[in-house]
């Protein structure tokens, strides 16, 4: 008799006596039998599979030449296999399957471009697409506090994509910006290290960067804790854009509180960085005449906060928006710009003793303040 028979004829339930009442348990019988039956086959099936797989045509390799390819978000190995074999990479899927399997950490492949060899071997070929440095990528490094037009610049640098596509691809309504965004960029294109498949577009980009931001406002609960404290999540991305250009990370808990006394009193704010935004420039000593000019941005002469972040803050910063240090400060100076140490008081005779230190500082060190 053949496997085949063997099974038939195990696959057949004996039939019930006429009359005779079926146990209450039979349907799970029959549950446990059909498992059985799946087990055999499989045991059965197993050894000529992997012969199948075993015996695939493979390549020598190493290979030769070079071939980009590109594997999808998602694809499975068997995918792999085909892409790869479509591409001139692998001899088979089913050599390629076998080395995936042979290989424990096949499964860390990722989605991307790669540059690999015509004609490689299978495990070749799953040694490259493990290998970071096949991997075709354009790194840009966005640190915190950078303003949106200058992230622009330096993915331009990046990929070659001119600025004016980014600035374009800002306005799409489909970034993934979240709704208390108000449609706005600035403070959602979140700093880190990236790493760029070529051919992605402007906007595909831009929709990497704000991906990210949601991904850092989900872990730091940004929503719910800004309710907690009364606040909107968008007023803290606006507060946490301050601290980066206002204070060292080290002191960015004592600037942000700084921000909410100032603004429990109300007292303006009176921030540089801000009227420096609202005029399109970068750290410019503010004369009486930049400063008497009125934007939205002039905390000088408007109160509360700014109507949108100033930069795009790191998580460092959003969490101490949402987490400020215990204090009743009001004023706050750097008086020694190569230590960034920052003096706090809530005394305003005691911020002008603080300001004569600064002043004093830069007298000692031409050309260090202005």
């Known amino acids: 008799m053949s ?5 038939n004829a195990m696959s057949e339930p004996a039939k019930p006596s006429r009359g005779r009442k079926q146990p209450r348990n039979s349907s799970f019988s029959k549950i446990i039998f059909g498992i059985v039956i799946v087990a055999v086959i499989a045991v059965l099936l197993a050894p000529k599979l992997a012969a199948r797989l075993s015996s695939a045509p493979d390549f020598p390799g190493p290979g030769t030449g070079n071939v980009r390819v590109e594997i999808q978000e998602g694809d499975s190995i068997a995918k792999i296999g085909n892409t790869l074999k479509a591409d001139g990479v692998a001899k088979s899927v089913d050599a390629f399957v076998a080395a995936a399997a042979d290989n424990p950490d096949s499964a860390k492949i990722s989605a991307g471009m790669y540059d690999l060899k015509f004609e490689m071997s299978a495990s070749g070929a799953i040694e490259a697409l493990l290998d970071s440095a096949t991997k075709v990528v354009d790194k840009v490094v966005i640190p915190e506090g950078k303003r949106a037009a200058w992230i622009y610049e330096e993915l331009a640098k990046a990929t070659g994509i001119p600025v004016a596509d980014f600035e374009a691809a800002a306005s799409s309504s489909d970034l993934g910006l979240p709704s208390y965004a108000g449609g706005n960029v600035e403070g ?10 070529p051919g992605m577009s402007a906007k595909d980009i831009l929709k990497t960067l704000i991906a990210k931001f949601d991904s850092e406002a989900k872990r730091l609960d940004l929503e719910a804790r800004a309710a907690q404290m009364g606040r909107s999540p968008y007023e803290i991305v606006t507060v946490a854009s301050l ?12 600037v942000a509180r700084v921000v909410y006394n100032r603004l429990a009193m109300p007292m303006r704010l009176e921030f540089d960085s801000t009227v420096n935004y609202g005029l399109g420039k970068t750290d410019v000593i503010l004369t009486t005449d930049l400063l008497n000019k009125d ?19 790191g998580a460092e910063a959003i969490e101490a ?3 400020p240090d215990a204090g009743d400060w009001i004023y706050f100076i750097t008086i020694d710009l190569n230590t960034q140490e920052t003096k706090f ?26």
């Open 3 to 7: 496997d085949l028979d063997k099974l």
């Open 345 to 370: 008081t809530k005394s305003y005779s005691e911020f002008l003793v603080y300001k004569d230190q600064f002043l004093a500082f830069c007298d000692a060190n031409p050309g260090t303040c202005w």
């Open 188 to 197: 959602f294109l979140f700093p880190a290290t990236y790493d760029l498949a």
């Open 243 to 254: 601290l980066e250009v206002e204070g060292h990370p080290r002191d960015f808990g004592k």
């Open 295 to 313: 934007t939205p941005y002039n905390m000088y002469l408007h109160d509360g906060l700014t109507p949108t972040p100033i930069d795009n803050p």
């Open 321 to 323: 928006a949402l987490n």
